[in-house]
């Protein structure tokens, strides 16, 4: 297993996310609810290890 280059670079709500060839995706999150544009899914964190995802194709 190799080992794999991730940043993340935060403005308030808005992330930016890079790996070792460059930008990747950006994301956006407000309190418990966010949504990733590289996969298009929005996602909800529940109490404790939970969270509850809805990808684009499951709409």
């Known amino acids: 297993m190799g080992i794999v280059f991730r940043s993340r ?3 308030g ?3 930016l996310n890079f ?3 460059g930008f990747s ?3 956006f999150k407000i309190g418990r609810w966010s949504w990733n ?3 298009r899914a929005h996602r909800v964190d529940l109490p404790g290890p939970l969270s509850w995802k809805q990808d684009k194709s499951s709409r």
């Open 13 to 15: 709500p808005l992330i």
């Open 19 to 21: 790996t070792e060839n």
């Open 37 to 39: 544009s590289r996969t």
């Open 9 to 11: 670079k935060k403005f």
């Open 25 to 27: 995706s950006w994301s």
